[in-house]
T-cell receptor, first 109, second 115 residues
Framework: KNEVEQSPQNLTAQEGEFITINCSYS?????LHWLQQHPGGGIVSLFM???GKKKHGRLIATINIQEKHSSLHITASHPRDSAVYIC???????????FGEGTQLTVNP | NAGVTQTPKFQVLKTGQSMTLQCAQD?????MSWYRQDPGMGLRLIHY???????DQGEVPNGYNVSRSTTEDFPLRLLSAAPSQTSVYFC??????????????FGSGTQLSVL
């Protein structure tokens, strides 16, 4: 069993829909990253969370340390949001990241 | 700032050949790391460094060497390439990973094929 699990693996939505991607982890962590990987392969860091909630534009990330769970929400989804979204848990030493396998999101116009 | 510069973008090797993947950052980041990405497995940590002169192994270090002689550069060396090392490789850096709130910056990736 992977230490970091994402769901769903694949997600197809219509433009304008509210999207939720989930990430659960089984290890103790100090923080959690959400990353976006575009079809061209480049990886961009969206958020780093250690508690609570962060918002950037239409993206919202939340984390519940006690429940070992984080969610990434996209409001008013758009075809340009189509990408792979990856969560990564930073272990408590602060030196190692463990990645989920990613969620392939496709937003249709 | 150029960010994280990773070269080459593509490389084809024959089994047994050696090569070095270059990674450089101009943001004065203490933390640098190398990952490989394989289908269905997600990104996996190969080696990482928390500062010049300090390196440590990640999840899949076998067949790879690293060194960190300067803050800016963190090259990854394949000593004797094997087909199992066919993958996409990413370099990433940040201020020290334990410092909360710091994002990771990724290089553009290297597609490596070992024949």
């Amino acid at each position: 069993k992977n230490e970091v699990e994402q769901s769903p693996q694949n997600l197809t939505a219509q433009e304008g829909e509210f999207i939720t991607i989930n990430c659960s982890y089984s290890v103790g962590i100090s923080a959690l990253h959400w990353l976006q990987q575009h079809p061209g392969g480049g990886i961009v860091s969206l958020f780093m969370l250690s508690s609570g909630k962060k918002k950037h534009g239409r993206l919202i990330a939340t984390i519940n340390i006690q429940e070992k769970h984080s969610s990434l929400h996209i409001t008013a989804s758009h075809p340009r949001d189509s990408a792979v979204y990856i969560c990564a848990a930073l272990e408590t030493s602060g030196s190692r990241l463990t990645f989920g396998e990613g969620t392939q999101l496709t937003v249709n116009p | 700032n150029a960010g994280v510069t990773q070269t080459p973008k593509f490389q084809v090797l024959k089994t047994g050949q050696s090569m070095t993947l270059q990674c450089a950052q101009d943001m004065n980041h203490e933390y640098m790391s190398w990952y490989r990405q394989d289908p269905g497995m997600g990104l996996r940590l190969i080696h990482y460094s928390v500062g010049a002169g300090i390196t440590d192994q990640g999840e899949v270090p076998n067949g790879y060497n690293v060194s960190r002689s300067t803050t800016e550069d963190f090259p990854l060396r394949l000593l004797s390439a094997a087909p199992s090392q066919t993958s996409v490789y990413f370099c990433a850096s940040s201020y020290f990973a334990a410092r909360r709130g710091e994002k990771l910056f990724f290089g553009s990736g290297t597609q490596l094929s070992v024949l």
